[in-house]
Protein backbone atom coordinates (compact mmCIF):
# COMPACT_ATOMS: atom_id res chain seq x y z
CA UNK A 1 0.00 0.00 0.00
CA UNK A 2 1.11 3.47 -0.82
CA UNK A 3 1.65 6.02 2.16
CA UNK A 4 0.58 8.67 -0.18
CA UNK A 5 -1.82 8.32 -3.21
CA UNK A 6 -2.51 11.53 -5.39
CA UNK A 7 -4.92 10.92 -8.53
CA UNK A 8 -6.07 13.95 -11.12
CA UNK A 9 -6.17 16.32 -7.71
CA UNK A 10 -7.91 19.29 -8.41
CA UNK A 11 -7.74 23.12 -6.81
CA UNK A 12 -8.75 26.01 -7.78
CA UNK A 13 -9.14 29.48 -5.78
CA UNK A 14 -11.86 31.82 -6.71
CA UNK A 15 -10.44 35.44 -6.30
CA UNK A 16 -13.22 36.57 -4.14
CA UNK A 17 -13.55 39.43 -6.56
CA UNK A 18 -16.27 39.62 -9.81
CA UNK A 19 -14.50 39.91 -13.06
CA UNK A 20 -11.05 38.72 -11.94
CA UNK A 21 -10.48 34.96 -13.27
CA UNK A 22 -9.54 32.27 -10.75
CA UNK A 23 -5.99 30.90 -10.25
CA UNK A 24 -5.74 26.87 -10.99
CA UNK A 25 -3.21 25.38 -8.34
CA UNK A 26 -3.53 22.41 -9.08
CA UNK A 27 -4.01 20.71 -12.71
CA UNK A 28 -4.38 17.31 -12.33
CA UNK A 29 -1.49 16.33 -10.34
CA UNK A 30 -1.24 12.57 -10.00
CA UNK A 31 1.68 10.86 -7.73
CA UNK A 32 2.21 8.16 -5.14
CA UNK A 33 4.91 7.76 -1.91
CA UNK A 34 5.55 4.17 -1.41
CA UNK A 35 6.02 3.15 2.34
CA UNK A 36 9.40 3.58 4.16
CA UNK A 37 10.61 5.76 1.60
CA UNK A 38 11.93 9.81 1.55
CA UNK A 39 10.07 11.44 -1.45
CA UNK A 40 11.47 14.87 -2.87
CA UNK A 41 8.92 16.97 -3.58
CA UNK A 42 10.17 20.32 -6.04
CA UNK A 43 8.70 23.23 -7.87
CA UNK A 44 9.57 26.74 -8.36
CA UNK A 45 7.05 29.12 -6.48
CA UNK A 46 3.55 28.80 -7.16
CA UNK A 47 3.76 25.17 -8.25
CA UNK A 48 1.38 23.72 -6.33
CA UNK A 49 3.54 22.05 -3.74
CA UNK A 50 2.09 24.01 -0.33
CA UNK A 51 -0.94 23.11 -1.90
CA UNK A 52 -0.80 19.73 -2.27
CA UNK A 53 0.84 19.39 1.23
CA UNK A 54 -2.53 21.75 2.26
CA UNK A 55 -5.00 19.10 0.16
CA UNK A 56 -3.33 16.23 2.55
CA UNK A 57 -3.30 17.54 5.55
CA UNK A 58 -7.15 18.47 5.29
CA UNK A 59 -6.18 22.61 5.49
CA UNK A 60 -7.79 23.19 2.21
CA UNK A 61 -10.36 20.91 0.10
CA UNK A 62 -9.74 20.08 -3.54
CA UNK A 63 -12.28 20.97 -6.30
CA UNK A 64 -11.57 17.57 -8.02
CA UNK A 65 -9.73 14.38 -8.15
CA UNK A 66 -8.66 12.08 -5.36
CA UNK A 67 -5.96 11.89 -2.74
CA UNK A 68 -5.26 9.67 0.25
CA UNK A 69 -3.07 9.17 2.98
CA UNK A 70 -2.55 5.84 4.57
CA UNK A 71 -5.15 4.14 2.88
CA UNK A 72 -7.82 7.05 4.81
CA UNK A 73 -8.90 10.07 2.58
CA UNK A 74 -7.35 13.00 2.77
CA UNK A 75 -8.93 15.14 5.79
CA UNK A 76 -9.86 12.07 7.95
CA UNK A 77 -9.04 13.21 11.31
CA UNK A 78 -8.49 10.03 12.85
CA UNK A 79 -5.39 9.21 10.07
CA UNK A 80 -3.57 12.53 11.77
CA UNK A 81 -2.83 10.17 14.42
CA UNK A 82 -0.40 8.61 12.31
CA UNK A 83 0.72 11.46 10.40
CA UNK A 84 3.02 14.13 11.51
CA UNK A 85 3.29 17.96 9.71
CA UNK A 86 5.32 20.96 9.19
CA UNK A 87 4.61 23.90 7.47
CA UNK A 88 6.21 26.50 5.49
CA UNK A 89 7.55 29.29 7.71
CA UNK A 90 6.26 27.91 10.44
CA UNK A 91 4.57 30.66 13.22
CA UNK A 92 4.20 28.98 16.44
CA UNK A 93 2.73 30.12 19.82
CA UNK A 94 5.51 32.30 20.94
CA UNK A 95 4.09 32.52 24.87
CA UNK A 96 4.77 28.98 25.50
CA UNK A 97 8.58 27.24 26.16
CA UNK A 98 9.84 24.60 23.81
CA UNK A 99 8.70 22.08 26.69
CA UNK A 100 5.47 23.51 26.97
CA UNK A 101 5.18 24.15 23.23
CA UNK A 102 6.07 19.93 22.60
CA UNK A 103 3.76 19.19 25.56
CA UNK A 104 0.43 21.01 24.08
CA UNK A 105 0.75 19.17 20.76
CA UNK A 106 1.60 15.86 22.48
CA UNK A 107 -2.28 16.10 24.73
CA UNK A 108 -4.06 17.11 21.25
CA UNK A 109 -2.76 14.07 20.02
CA UNK A 110 -3.92 12.08 23.04
CA UNK A 111 -0.38 10.97 24.64
CA UNK A 112 -0.18 10.24 28.16
CA UNK A 113 2.06 12.30 30.64
CA UNK A 114 4.66 9.56 30.95
CA UNK A 115 5.18 9.10 27.43
CA UNK A 116 5.20 12.81 26.63
CA UNK A 117 7.75 13.38 29.37
CA UNK A 118 10.05 10.67 27.72
CA UNK A 119 9.24 11.71 24.40
CA UNK A 120 9.29 15.65 25.53
CA UNK A 121 12.81 15.22 26.38
CA UNK A 122 14.40 12.89 23.29
CA UNK A 123 13.28 14.96 20.94
CA UNK A 124 14.30 18.26 22.45
CA UNK A 125 17.54 16.68 22.62
CA UNK A 126 17.39 15.14 19.07
CA UNK A 127 16.96 19.01 17.55
CA UNK A 128 19.76 20.15 20.03
CA UNK A 129 17.21 22.08 21.88
CA UNK A 130 17.53 20.54 25.43
CA UNK A 131 19.44 23.82 26.49
CA UNK A 132 16.96 25.36 25.11
CA UNK A 133 13.52 24.11 26.95
CA UNK A 134 12.42 26.51 29.34
CA UNK A 135 13.42 29.40 26.43
CA UNK A 136 10.02 31.11 25.40
CA UNK A 137 9.48 30.56 21.95
CA UNK A 138 9.34 34.23 21.14
CA UNK A 139 13.39 34.46 21.99
CA UNK A 140 14.00 31.49 19.42
CA UNK A 141 15.89 32.27 16.06
CA UNK A 142 14.47 31.39 12.66
CA UNK A 143 16.73 28.04 13.02
CA UNK A 144 15.82 27.00 16.34
CA UNK A 145 11.69 27.70 15.18
CA UNK A 146 12.11 25.63 12.27
CA UNK A 147 13.49 22.90 14.66
CA UNK A 148 11.29 22.98 17.29
CA UNK A 149 8.71 22.66 14.31
CA UNK A 150 10.41 19.40 13.50
CA UNK A 151 9.98 18.19 16.68
CA UNK A 152 5.95 19.11 17.42
CA UNK A 153 5.98 17.46 13.62
CA UNK A 154 7.08 14.08 15.24
CA UNK A 155 6.15 14.20 18.91
CA UNK A 156 3.46 11.76 18.70
CA UNK A 157 5.76 9.36 16.67
CA UNK A 158 3.82 9.29 13.18
CA UNK A 159 3.95 6.70 10.55
CA UNK A 160 3.91 9.47 7.90
CA UNK A 161 6.01 12.63 8.16
CA UNK A 162 4.68 15.53 5.53
CA UNK A 163 7.33 18.85 5.55
CA UNK A 164 6.70 21.64 3.50
CA UNK A 165 10.53 23.28 2.77
CA UNK A 166 12.20 21.88 5.95
CA UNK A 167 15.28 23.71 5.21
CA UNK A 168 14.12 26.67 4.44
CA UNK A 169 16.16 29.63 6.67
CA UNK A 170 18.91 27.19 8.19
CA UNK A 171 22.56 27.59 7.94
CA UNK A 172 24.18 24.62 6.65
CA UNK A 173 24.75 22.96 9.58
CA UNK A 174 21.47 23.40 10.39
CA UNK A 175 20.54 21.67 7.42
CA UNK A 176 22.64 18.71 7.96
CA UNK A 177 20.77 18.33 11.06
CA UNK A 178 17.31 18.42 9.41
CA UNK A 179 18.68 15.77 6.24
CA UNK A 180 20.63 13.55 9.23
CA UNK A 181 16.95 13.39 10.89
CA UNK A 182 15.00 12.70 8.10
CA UNK A 183 17.60 9.62 6.89
CA UNK A 184 16.92 8.72 10.62
CA UNK A 185 13.20 8.53 10.24
CA UNK A 186 13.68 6.46 7.21
CA UNK A 187 15.83 3.98 9.24
CA UNK A 188 13.24 3.74 11.48
CA UNK A 189 10.78 2.61 9.18
CA UNK A 190 8.90 5.70 8.38
CA UNK A 191 7.80 7.58 5.53
CA UNK A 192 8.91 11.46 4.80
CA UNK A 193 7.69 13.40 2.28
CA UNK A 194 8.38 16.69 2.20
CA UNK A 195 8.56 19.89 -0.25
CA UNK A 196 12.06 21.98 -1.20
CA UNK A 197 13.77 24.36 -3.54
CA UNK A 198 16.99 23.32 -2.13
CA UNK A 199 18.57 20.73 -5.07
CA UNK A 200 21.56 19.11 -3.56
CA UNK A 201 19.49 18.07 -0.34
CA UNK A 202 17.31 16.51 -2.05
CA UNK A 203 19.56 14.71 -4.30
CA UNK A 204 21.29 13.44 -1.35
CA UNK A 205 18.69 12.19 0.70
CA UNK A 206 15.74 11.30 -1.45
CA UNK A 207 14.64 8.01 -2.69
CA UNK A 208 12.33 9.32 -5.26
CA UNK A 209 11.91 12.80 -6.53
CA UNK A 210 8.78 14.64 -8.33
CA UNK A 211 8.90 17.69 -10.28
CA UNK A 212 5.70 19.54 -10.40
CA UNK A 213 5.00 22.93 -12.46
CA UNK A 214 1.75 24.84 -12.94
CA UNK A 215 0.17 22.25 -10.77
CA UNK A 216 1.17 19.30 -13.05
CA UNK A 217 4.02 16.20 -12.09
CA UNK A 218 6.52 16.38 -14.78
CA UNK A 219 8.92 13.78 -13.60
CA UNK A 220 8.92 11.44 -11.11
CA UNK A 221 11.16 8.79 -10.36
CA UNK A 222 14.48 7.46 -8.55
CA UNK A 223 16.80 10.40 -8.74
CA UNK A 224 19.97 7.81 -10.20
CA UNK A 225 16.97 7.35 -13.34
CA UNK A 226 16.04 10.98 -13.72
CA UNK A 227 19.59 11.95 -13.91
CA UNK A 228 20.38 9.19 -16.54
CA UNK A 229 17.03 9.04 -18.45
CA UNK A 230 16.87 10.03 -22.08
CA UNK A 231 19.63 11.65 -21.68
CA UNK A 232 23.19 10.37 -22.87
CA UNK A 233 25.99 11.04 -20.47
CA UNK A 234 29.25 12.15 -20.96
CA UNK A 235 32.64 9.81 -19.57
CA UNK A 236 35.64 12.08 -18.46
CA UNK A 237 38.76 9.94 -19.38
CA UNK A 238 42.34 11.21 -17.39
CA UNK A 239 45.31 9.26 -18.48
CA UNK A 240 49.19 10.13 -17.58
CA UNK A 241 52.52 9.77 -19.53
CA UNK A 242 50.88 10.74 -23.30
CA UNK A 243 53.34 12.25 -25.77
CA UNK A 244 51.80 15.69 -26.30
CA UNK A 245 52.87 15.35 -30.08
CA UNK A 246 50.12 12.24 -30.23
CA UNK A 247 46.93 13.72 -28.29
CA UNK A 248 45.75 15.35 -31.20
CA UNK A 249 45.22 11.58 -32.85
CA UNK A 250 43.59 10.32 -30.18
CA UNK A 251 41.14 13.15 -29.73
CA UNK A 252 39.23 12.70 -32.49
CA UNK A 253 35.90 11.31 -30.77
CA UNK A 254 36.72 13.73 -27.59
CA UNK A 255 33.85 16.34 -27.21
CA UNK A 256 36.54 18.19 -25.08
CA UNK A 257 40.44 18.16 -24.80
CA UNK A 258 42.19 19.66 -21.43
CA UNK A 259 46.18 19.38 -21.61
CA UNK A 260 48.16 19.95 -18.77
CA UNK A 261 51.95 18.93 -20.07
CA UNK A 262 52.10 15.05 -20.18
CA UNK A 263 48.20 14.85 -18.39
CA UNK A 264 45.27 14.85 -20.41
CA UNK A 265 41.28 14.75 -20.01
CA UNK A 266 38.87 13.82 -22.52
CA UNK A 267 35.30 14.35 -22.43
CA UNK A 268 33.49 11.93 -24.90
CA UNK A 269 30.13 12.15 -25.47
CA UNK A 270 29.48 8.65 -24.39
CA UNK A 271 30.40 5.57 -23.04
CA UNK A 272 30.57 3.76 -26.36
CA UNK A 273 33.72 5.33 -27.06
CA UNK A 274 35.72 4.48 -24.08
CA UNK A 275 36.71 1.17 -25.39
CA UNK A 276 38.59 2.71 -28.48
CA UNK A 277 40.28 5.17 -26.50
CA UNK A 278 41.48 3.24 -23.70
CA UNK A 279 43.29 1.04 -26.27
CA UNK A 280 44.73 4.08 -28.20
CA UNK A 281 45.98 4.88 -24.82
CA UNK A 282 47.59 1.42 -23.91
CA UNK A 283 48.50 1.71 -27.32
CA UNK A 284 50.71 4.96 -26.88
CA UNK A 285 52.20 3.74 -23.35
CA UNK A 286 50.39 5.92 -21.33
CA UNK A 287 48.90 5.15 -18.27
CA UNK A 288 45.17 5.49 -17.29
CA UNK A 289 44.25 7.85 -14.04
CA UNK A 290 40.44 7.33 -14.11
CA UNK A 291 37.31 7.06 -16.37
CA UNK A 292 34.61 8.90 -14.76
CA UNK A 293 30.82 8.33 -15.98
CA UNK A 294 29.56 12.69 -15.77
CA UNK A 295 25.56 12.40 -14.83
CA UNK A 296 23.01 15.06 -15.24
CA UNK A 297 22.98 17.05 -12.20
CA UNK A 298 19.09 17.02 -10.37
CA UNK A 299 19.47 21.07 -11.26
CA UNK A 300 19.74 20.42 -14.73
CA UNK A 301 16.93 18.65 -14.73
CA UNK A 302 15.05 21.23 -12.66
CA UNK A 303 15.68 23.55 -15.02
CA UNK A 304 14.73 21.56 -17.75
CA UNK A 305 11.66 20.67 -16.70
CA UNK A 306 10.73 24.55 -14.92
CA UNK A 307 12.22 26.34 -17.90
CA UNK A 308 9.32 28.31 -19.36
CA UNK A 309 10.87 28.73 -22.71
CA UNK A 310 10.28 24.73 -23.21
CA UNK A 311 13.99 24.38 -24.56
CA UNK A 312 13.83 21.13 -21.51
CA UNK B 1 -13.79 16.91 25.16
CA UNK B 2 -9.95 16.14 25.68
CA UNK B 3 -9.40 18.44 22.80
CA UNK B 4 -11.65 20.94 23.91
CA UNK B 5 -10.15 21.18 27.26
CA UNK B 6 -6.36 21.35 25.81
CA UNK B 7 -7.04 24.00 23.49
CA UNK B 8 -9.08 26.00 26.24
CA UNK B 9 -6.44 25.51 28.82
CA UNK B 10 -3.75 26.69 25.93
CA UNK B 11 -6.01 29.95 25.15
CA UNK B 12 -6.24 30.38 28.97
CA UNK B 13 -2.70 30.57 29.32
CA UNK B 14 -1.96 33.03 26.37
CA UNK B 15 -4.06 35.47 27.97
CA UNK B 16 -2.97 35.22 31.22
CA UNK B 17 0.50 35.85 29.31
CA UNK B 18 -0.47 38.45 27.72
CA UNK B 19 0.08 42.09 29.21
CA UNK B 20 -2.95 43.93 28.11
CA UNK B 21 -5.17 42.08 30.36
CA UNK B 22 -3.60 42.94 33.25
CA UNK B 23 -3.57 46.31 32.55
CA UNK B 24 -7.48 46.06 31.75
CA UNK B 25 -7.57 44.60 35.24
CA UNK B 26 -5.54 47.20 37.30
CA UNK B 27 -7.68 49.74 34.82
CA UNK B 28 -10.97 47.88 36.65
CA UNK B 29 -9.78 47.90 39.82
CA UNK B 30 -8.46 51.59 40.08
CA UNK B 31 -12.31 52.57 39.03
CA UNK B 32 -14.06 49.87 41.24
CA UNK B 33 -11.65 52.14 43.94
CA UNK B 34 -12.37 55.30 42.39
CA UNK B 35 -15.73 54.94 42.68
CA UNK B 36 -15.45 55.25 47.02
CA UNK B 37 -13.30 59.17 46.24
CA UNK B 38 -16.53 60.41 43.98
CA UNK B 39 -18.91 58.46 46.11
CA UNK B 40 -17.59 60.76 49.27
CA UNK B 41 -17.90 64.08 46.67
CA UNK B 42 -21.52 63.93 46.25
CA UNK B 43 -23.81 65.10 48.70
CA UNK B 44 -26.56 61.99 48.55
CA UNK B 45 -26.73 58.85 47.21
CA UNK B 46 -23.23 58.07 47.96
CA UNK B 47 -24.45 54.03 48.10
CA UNK B 48 -25.63 53.96 44.60
CA UNK B 49 -22.67 56.11 43.34
CA UNK B 50 -20.26 53.44 44.62
CA UNK B 51 -22.29 50.50 43.69
CA UNK B 52 -23.54 51.74 40.08
CA UNK B 53 -19.91 52.68 39.06
CA UNK B 54 -18.28 49.10 40.48
CA UNK B 55 -20.84 47.09 38.38
CA UNK B 56 -20.09 49.29 35.88
CA UNK B 57 -16.84 49.17 35.77
CA UNK B 58 -17.26 45.50 36.00
CA UNK B 59 -19.35 45.28 33.04
CA UNK B 60 -16.79 47.73 31.10
CA UNK B 61 -13.46 45.66 31.07
CA UNK B 62 -15.52 42.45 30.85
CA UNK B 63 -16.93 43.59 27.48
CA UNK B 64 -13.21 45.14 26.78
CA UNK B 65 -12.05 42.02 26.96
CA UNK B 66 -14.75 39.88 25.65
CA UNK B 67 -14.46 41.34 22.53
CA UNK B 68 -10.55 42.71 22.01
CA UNK B 69 -9.41 39.56 22.82
CA UNK B 70 -12.66 38.00 21.53
CA UNK B 71 -11.98 38.94 17.94
CA UNK B 72 -8.17 37.66 17.91
CA UNK B 73 -9.21 34.57 19.20
CA UNK B 74 -9.59 32.62 15.33
CA UNK B 75 -8.36 35.53 13.33
CA UNK B 76 -4.90 35.75 14.78
CA UNK B 77 -4.52 32.13 14.70
CA UNK B 78 -5.46 32.34 10.88
CA UNK B 79 -3.14 35.27 10.21
CA UNK B 80 -0.02 33.80 12.21
CA UNK B 81 -1.23 30.16 10.71
CA UNK B 82 -0.66 28.94 13.75
CA UNK B 83 -4.03 27.19 13.02
CA UNK B 84 -2.09 25.04 9.99
CA UNK B 85 0.03 22.70 13.01
CA UNK B 86 -3.51 22.40 14.88
CA UNK B 87 -5.95 21.37 12.25
CA UNK B 88 -3.21 18.89 10.91
CA UNK B 89 -3.82 17.12 14.28
CA UNK B 90 -6.76 14.75 14.75
CA UNK B 91 -9.51 17.28 16.26
CA UNK B 92 -12.21 18.44 14.41
CA UNK B 93 -11.91 21.91 13.73
CA UNK B 94 -15.71 22.48 15.98
CA UNK B 95 -13.43 21.12 18.94
CA UNK B 96 -11.08 23.86 18.20
CA UNK B 97 -13.76 26.51 18.03
CA UNK B 98 -15.20 25.66 21.42
CA UNK B 99 -12.56 24.71 22.72
CA UNK B 100 -10.95 28.92 22.26
CA UNK B 101 -14.42 30.32 23.44
CA UNK B 102 -13.85 28.22 26.49
CA UNK B 103 -10.61 29.77 26.72
CA UNK B 104 -11.48 32.97 26.76
CA UNK B 105 -14.32 31.97 28.94
CA UNK B 106 -12.19 30.57 31.23
CA UNK B 107 -10.27 34.13 31.93
CA UNK B 108 -13.09 36.37 32.34
CA UNK B 109 -14.46 34.25 34.95
CA UNK B 110 -11.53 34.32 36.71
CA UNK B 111 -11.56 38.05 35.91
CA UNK B 112 -14.64 39.01 36.82
CA UNK B 113 -14.19 36.59 40.22
CA UNK B 114 -11.00 39.39 40.50
CA UNK B 115 -13.07 42.14 39.94
CA UNK B 116 -16.38 40.94 42.14
CA UNK B 117 -14.27 40.24 45.41
CA UNK B 118 -12.73 43.65 45.28
CA UNK B 119 -16.01 45.29 44.45
CA UNK B 120 -17.41 43.84 47.15
CA UNK B 121 -14.61 44.48 49.45
CA UNK B 122 -14.71 48.03 48.43
CA UNK B 123 -18.61 47.86 49.67
CA UNK B 124 -17.63 46.39 52.23
CA UNK B 125 -15.09 48.76 53.21
CA UNK B 126 -16.89 51.94 53.04
CA UNK B 127 -19.81 49.99 54.72
CA UNK B 128 -22.36 50.14 51.69
CA UNK B 129 -24.79 47.06 52.71
CA UNK B 130 -24.01 44.50 49.92
CA UNK B 131 -27.96 43.10 48.78
CA UNK B 132 -28.39 39.77 46.55
CA UNK B 133 -29.47 42.01 43.53
CA UNK B 134 -25.64 42.58 43.23
CA UNK B 135 -24.81 38.79 42.57
CA UNK B 136 -27.81 38.67 40.27
CA UNK B 137 -26.47 41.67 38.29
CA UNK B 138 -23.24 40.25 38.12
CA UNK B 139 -24.45 36.77 37.11
CA UNK B 140 -26.37 38.66 34.03
CA UNK B 141 -22.97 40.70 33.69
CA UNK B 142 -21.24 37.45 32.89
CA UNK B 143 -24.14 36.04 30.25
CA UNK B 144 -23.50 39.41 28.64
CA UNK B 145 -20.07 38.65 28.38
CA UNK B 146 -20.66 35.11 26.86
CA UNK B 147 -22.62 36.41 24.25
CA UNK B 148 -20.41 39.09 23.47
CA UNK B 149 -17.86 36.69 22.84
CA UNK B 150 -19.54 34.35 21.11
CA UNK B 151 -20.14 37.76 18.88
CA UNK B 152 -16.26 38.16 18.59
CA UNK B 153 -15.57 34.80 17.92
CA UNK B 154 -18.68 34.53 15.33
CA UNK B 155 -17.15 37.57 13.09
CA UNK B 156 -13.17 36.43 13.45
CA UNK B 157 -14.23 33.32 12.06
CA UNK B 158 -14.56 35.18 8.97
CA UNK B 159 -13.27 38.14 8.90
CA UNK B 160 -10.00 40.12 9.69
CA UNK B 161 -9.15 41.19 13.23
CA UNK B 162 -10.49 44.96 13.17
CA UNK B 163 -13.41 43.92 11.43
CA UNK B 164 -14.48 41.66 13.27
CA UNK B 165 -13.88 44.65 16.08
CA UNK B 166 -16.22 46.74 14.49
CA UNK B 167 -19.11 44.53 14.13
CA UNK B 168 -18.76 43.09 17.25
CA UNK B 169 -18.82 47.11 18.89
CA UNK B 170 -21.84 47.60 15.90
CA UNK B 171 -23.48 44.81 17.44
CA UNK B 172 -23.07 45.39 21.06
CA UNK B 173 -24.12 49.19 20.90
CA UNK B 174 -27.01 48.23 18.61
CA UNK B 175 -27.17 45.52 21.18
CA UNK B 176 -28.35 48.12 24.13
CA UNK B 177 -30.47 49.77 21.40
CA UNK B 178 -33.14 47.46 20.50
CA UNK B 179 -36.02 49.10 22.37
CA UNK B 180 -35.32 51.99 20.51
CA UNK B 181 -34.90 50.69 16.98
CA UNK B 182 -38.35 48.98 17.56
CA UNK B 183 -40.40 52.40 18.95
CA UNK B 184 -38.27 54.32 15.71
CA UNK B 185 -39.25 51.70 13.08
CA UNK B 186 -43.34 51.98 14.51
CA UNK B 187 -42.76 55.86 14.02
CA UNK B 188 -40.69 55.84 10.61
CA UNK B 189 -42.42 56.73 7.24
CA UNK B 190 -40.45 55.11 4.81
CA UNK B 191 -41.58 51.63 4.54
CA UNK B 192 -37.45 50.53 3.68
CA UNK B 193 -36.21 52.12 6.84
CA UNK B 194 -38.96 50.58 8.57
CA UNK B 195 -37.70 47.36 7.29
CA UNK B 196 -33.95 47.30 8.09
CA UNK B 197 -34.48 49.24 11.71
CA UNK B 198 -37.55 45.90 12.12
CA UNK B 199 -34.30 43.27 10.84
CA UNK B 200 -31.93 45.21 13.10
CA UNK B 201 -34.58 44.47 15.78
CA UNK B 202 -34.90 40.92 15.27
CA UNK B 203 -31.04 40.17 14.63
CA UNK B 204 -29.34 42.53 17.24
CA UNK B 205 -29.10 40.31 20.46
CA UNK B 206 -31.58 42.52 23.26
CA UNK B 207 -28.42 43.36 25.73
CA UNK B 208 -30.70 45.50 27.72
CA UNK B 209 -32.48 42.44 28.77
CA UNK B 210 -29.58 41.66 30.77
CA UNK B 211 -28.67 44.79 32.32
CA UNK B 212 -30.21 45.14 35.64
CA UNK B 213 -27.32 47.39 37.08
CA UNK B 214 -29.63 50.34 37.47
CA UNK B 215 -32.11 48.11 40.12
CA UNK B 216 -29.65 46.24 41.76
CA UNK B 217 -27.48 49.92 42.59
CA UNK B 218 -30.71 50.44 44.60
CA UNK B 219 -30.32 47.30 46.31
CA UNK B 220 -33.87 46.15 44.72
CA UNK B 221 -33.41 42.51 43.64
CA UNK B 222 -35.64 41.21 40.63
CA UNK B 223 -37.29 38.02 40.07
CA UNK B 224 -35.50 34.74 39.59
CA UNK B 225 -37.82 33.78 36.46
CA UNK B 226 -36.31 37.24 34.75
CA UNK B 227 -32.77 35.95 36.14
CA UNK B 228 -33.66 32.68 34.50
CA UNK B 229 -35.22 33.43 31.34
CA UNK B 230 -32.88 35.99 30.72
CA UNK B 231 -30.08 33.85 31.40
CA UNK B 232 -31.45 31.40 28.68
CA UNK B 233 -32.33 33.91 26.27
CA UNK B 234 -28.60 34.88 26.79
CA UNK B 235 -27.32 31.19 26.53
CA UNK B 236 -28.89 30.40 23.44
CA UNK B 237 -27.95 33.38 21.88
CA UNK B 238 -24.77 32.33 22.56
CA UNK B 239 -24.92 28.28 21.58
CA UNK B 240 -26.61 29.44 18.23
CA UNK B 241 -23.61 32.30 17.38
CA UNK B 242 -20.99 28.97 17.99
CA UNK B 243 -22.46 26.73 16.36
CA UNK B 244 -22.74 28.94 13.04
CA UNK B 245 -18.72 30.08 14.05
CA UNK B 246 -18.64 26.34 13.97
CA UNK B 247 -20.22 25.81 10.60
CA UNK B 248 -18.37 28.83 9.29
CA UNK B 249 -15.10 27.36 10.19
CA UNK B 250 -15.79 23.92 9.05
CA UNK B 251 -15.59 25.21 5.46
CA UNK B 252 -12.57 27.56 5.16
CA UNK B 253 -9.51 26.75 3.23
CA UNK B 254 -6.51 27.78 4.82
Given amino acids: MDAILIENLEKTFLSGWPGRPPVKALAGLSLS ?3 GEIYGFMGPNGAGKTTTLKILMGLITATGGHAEMLG ?6 QTRRRVGFLPESPYFYDYLTAEEFLRFYGHLAGMSRGDLRRRVDHLLELVGLTEARTRQLRKFSKGMLQRIGLAQALIHDPELVILDEPMSGLDPIGRKQVRDLILSLRDQGKTVFFSTHIIPDVEMICDRVGIVVKGKLLASGRVDELMSHGHTQSVEVVCDGLDPARVEALA ?3 TRLIQQGRRCLFVLPGPEHVDDLLAAIRAHGASLVSVTPQKRSLEELFLEQTDPSGRG | MWCIAVIACNTFRETLRDKILYNLLFFALLLIGGSVVLGDLTIAEQEKIVTDMGLAAINLVGVIIAIFVGIGLVSKEIERR ?3 TIVARPISRWQFI ?7 VLTLGVNLLIMGAV ?3 TLWMDQVPIHGALFQAVALIFIELLLVTALALFFSTFSSATLSAIMTLAFYVIGHLTADLKGLAAKSQSESLKAVLNALYYVCPNLEVLNIKGQAAMGVAIAWT ?5 SLYGLLYAALLLVAACMVFE ?3 F
Avoid at chain 1, 72 to 77: F, L, M, N, Q, V
Avoid at chain 2, 226 to 230: I, T
Fill in chain 1, 33 to 35: VRK
Fill in chain 1, 72 to 77: KPAGDI
Fill in chain 1, 252 to 254: SSA
Fill in chain 2, 82 to 84: TVY
Fill in chain 2, 98 to 104: LGKYAGL
Fill in chain 2, 119 to 121: FLG
Fill in chain 2, 226 to 230: YQGLA
Fill in chain 2, 251 to 253: RRD
